[in-house]
């Protein structure tokens, strides 16, 4: 581990000079240990008011029932589920780093996962909201489930997708939760032991008993592999399952076999532009460039490049394909996307979907702070109106003509998807506040190998080929948080 | 005789830590724990750890997740309540299959994570044993269990040797009871 050397080429995953493993921790819990800043209460005070909004609205739908939303006879799915399947798209970039990329060994996933898992289980609860929500009568939630009842049983229909659904987010929900937590054991009890007080006995209690031995640490690693062995088939299967609560129906437009990896692709797609969204805000107030740097963003640009391409192929063979089946319906679906009355919803998606994120082609603008900003806010919006686009046109025109209708929001509507995402950020700012934000235990595994200052020794000690020396201190001119001072004479 | 308990020599260096255990298993002084930060890769071997039988417990629990889903489906849509849908059959398996994936994850990933937090004697508000409040944030700890390697000044001298920033003699196993 820490004996070996990484190679010179790869750019660091850790900048600043004199990083200690004291300074990690202290870095870290500056957000924790400290009382909130101004930035933080702004932020907050902001997202409560909204999550206020969500429960007045939320309270309001269950008071008067599902009437006082949009929704009608043809259009029974819109917002609600809409809103659903984008915060479940949400959520898998945080699985998607922390266990796909753990098996593919991705070290630089190791400053990100903590607040990426934490984003998905705020996406998966607000996910959750949604589907309570749309239910009309919430009490009668557990009807889902294969509980004996008084109807003699009548067991719920286990080949319903809708029913797979159940158990894929619960599934997911609960995972995410454990994947989560355990990871945390290790950062709470530093946390515990550098408390006084009260908050020792709190994160004493949160910290399980952890205590750093051996044995903690060797079968702490076998867990971690062994969910992220489980979480990877999971976090594809979820998705998967959500596309099939479309695609096993008969609706045109939904009835496609495309669907479950174009689902998945855009789930990641638009997960890592949450990410980005919430990571380059939070690097900037907590001051942690020197441990979510410029390589981090960049990379995170190449995935939302790479899924965002993926994306844009899956509609173009949507498009195809209405025309080659030969089916007037489907085609029909598809010629009302592109020009009906909801063509502004159809190319907002593609713009922003798959025109703009090519822009990430540019190294300029793929490692600008603001443009990457920018462009992640663009995703979600479009990743948004993808949803909307495959639920309320298709379903708003399908085969009887007498039948259609348009579907027009209501204030409600808004206020719940507006109020979730206050409900989003309340949690998110909250975490924030309580846990670290990083995985220091896993920062720390990087210091001795891939940091800026060590690879600035090597190249000091003259351990390396001087034309490789180069080329990774030429690498490093897109860093923001490195200084051409801090480069080592070659 | 002295009431030292332990001996506990702290590195700031988890390569220095390393050379620390293999000067002390060269002089036969046995080592009771190491208390680090982060995880040291290795460390199991050159101490002697058997590896972890956790990824068994998790096969068996991910196991016993399928066999429950299958049975639960089969009982209640094949056996208890059958349905006629369009003259398929009841015992649709390709229906089956994501529910039954979903459980034995399910089970395989809390089965798994209650074995360790028993096998490590995790619970919610256990009073943590720590022997160093350090050893959670920058310091790599070796523990020697000063009853049965009665020579602290030896112990002393080789952890400095290896790289070892302080050595303290503790007279409480535990200084988190305090």
Known sequence: MSAHNESILREPLIT??????????????????????????????????FALTWVVAISYTFWEGLGVWGLNKTVGWAWDITGFVWWVGIGHAGTLISAVLLLFRQNWRNSINRSAEAMTIFAVICAATYIFAHMGRPWLAYWVFPLPNQFGSLWVNFNSPLVWDVFAISTYFSVSLVFWYTGLLPDIATIR?????????????????WAGSVKNWQRFESVSLILAGLSTPLVLSVHTIVSMDFATSLEPGWHTTIFPPYFVAGAIFSGFAMVQTLLLVARKVMKWENYITMFHIESMNKVIIVTGS????????????????????????FLNRISGPYWWAYWSMMTCN???????????????????????????????FERFVIIVTSLHRDYIPSSWVMFYPTAIDVLVFVGSIGVFFTLFLLFLRVMPGIAMAEVKLLLKSSSDQAKQKLIRDAKTDSEQAEFYQKSLEKFDSVSNKEYANI | ???????????????????????????NIGIYDVYTPMPIHGIEDKLGYKRSRLPIAAFCFGLTGTITAISMIYYMLVYDWPMNIGGKPSLAMPDFVPITFELTVLFGAYGMM??????????????????????????FVIAIDAKSNPYPDKIEDLLKEAGAVEVKHNERKYVSYE
Do not use: C
């Open chain 1, 354 to 384: 798959v025109i703009s994120p090519q822009l990430f082609w540019f190294k300029k603008i793929r490692t600008s702070i603001w443009a990457s900003w920018v462009l992640s806010i663009v995703v979600n919006i479009g990743m948004w």
């Open chain 1, 16 to 49: 600043g000079e004199n990083i200690t493993y004291a300074k990690i921790t202290k870095d870290i819990l500056v957000p924790v240990e400290n009382k909130p800043t101004k930035a933080w209460w702004i932020g907050f005070g902001i997202a409560v008011f």
């Open chain 2, 114 to 139: 209650f074995t360790f937090f028993y096998a490590n004697h995790f619970f919610p508000g256990r009073a943590p044993r720590v022997m160093d409040f350090r050893a959670t944030d920058d310091r």
């Open chain 2, 1 to 27: 005789m002295s009431n030292v308990k332990y001996i506990l020599g702290h590195f700031e260096d988890p390569d220095d830590m390393m050379h620390g255990i293999d000067k002390l298993q060269e002089n």
């Open chain 1, 310 to 333: 993926i994306v844009g192929v899956a509609y173009l063979t949507e498009l195809f394909i209405a025309w080659y089946s030969g089916v007037e319906y489907e085609q029909y679906a």
């Open chain 1, 193 to 209: 032991d550098r408390a006084t007080g009260l908050r020792r006995r709190i994160y004493s209690i949160l910290s399980f008993g």
